[in-house]
């Protein structure tokens, strides 16, 4: 379990990617080329998940893949270069300014790259021209937005509330779907391309996570359902040059202030 065949990834860089998620932690590791050239492993997610628990898994899953050069987590929930600031489907108040990216670095001596879960899942489908979206459907909803292949700033869209009271999460998240049933969780999915059709305007739409597999045609012509893989194979486009203002250091209130007197 988790060998990786050292002949099919070349010269490059291997990219450890984690995938975060309410149920399961996954993780695999990529060639330069984003291929899976492991197999892909994964735990049930601790209850409760505390950070402690959540470092424990992911460290136990890289581990038994071994081989590595850097990583890359995808984390439910808005995270900002190395810090979570929000985990609607962990526990908010748990994860809370925890440097997560940073802590992971340190157990496992690789340099570390975090983006919330549904822009890594982007990464590895998005075709790079015009408006595309990318919702994730799981224990709840994610959303990542780019233009031209460029990553939006990151808009926590599953906690905006939608219908009723109910929030984009609660709407559509696993649990509606166990209460509701398949049929009308599909109809409660086509009012969401709507509404993000006329909101975003995008040019496509992919809709991926766990529960895409149970999303039956006929879909508008512009969304795509795409593989749950995704959400390990975007992990080496996390590492490309275009990403790295998203991961740079804030200036100094000094240097701003120097800067602006100039």
Not at 20 to 42: C, E, N, Q, T, W
Not at 154 to 160: D, G, P, V, Y
Not at 242 to 252: G, I, N, V, W, Y
Request: glycine share 12%; net charge positive; charged share 25%.
């Amino acid at each position: 379990m988790g060998s990786i065949d050292n002949r099919t990834h070349g010269k490059g860089p291997l990219t450890l990617a984690f995938d975060i998620g309410g149920s399961h932690l996954k993780a695999g590791v990529l060639s330069p080329a984003g291929d899976m050239i492991s197999d892909r492993v994964r735990i049930v997610t601790p209850k409760p998940a505390k950070p402690k628990a959540v470092v424990e898994g992911l460290v136990g899953l890289a581990k038994q893949l071994k081989h590595f050069d850097r990583v890359t987590i995808g984390f439910p929930g808005v995270v900002r270069r190395d810090t979570v600031y929000t985990a609607p489907n962990l526990g908010n108040k748990l994860w809370r300014e925890f440097k997560l990216a940073a802590v992971i670095s340190k157990e496992l001596g690789k340099p570390v790259r975090m983006l919330n879960d549904a822009s890594v899942q982007g990464l590895g489908v998005i075709e790079g021209r015009g408006t595309e979206c990318v919702i994730t459907m799981g224990t709840g909803m994610g959303f990542a937005h780019f233009l031209d292949g460029r990553l939006a700033p990151h808009l926590e869209l599953s906690q905006h509330p939608f219908k009723g009271g109910k929030d984009y999460d609660e709407y559509v998240g696993e649990k509606a779907l166990e209460k509701i049933g398949r049929k009308r969780w599909i109809k409660r999915l086509h009012k969401i391309i709507g509404v993000l059709e006329t909101v975003v305007m995008y040019d496509t739409l992919y809709i991926g996570g766990g529960n895409a597999r149970l999303i039956e045609s006929p879909l508008p012509a512009n969304v795509k359902t795409v593989s749950n893989e995704a959400g390990i194979t975007g992990g080496v486009r996390a590492w490309d040059k275009r990403m790295d203002h998203l991961f740079e250091a804030p200036p100094s209130a000094f240097a701003v202030a120097a800067e602006h007197t100039r």
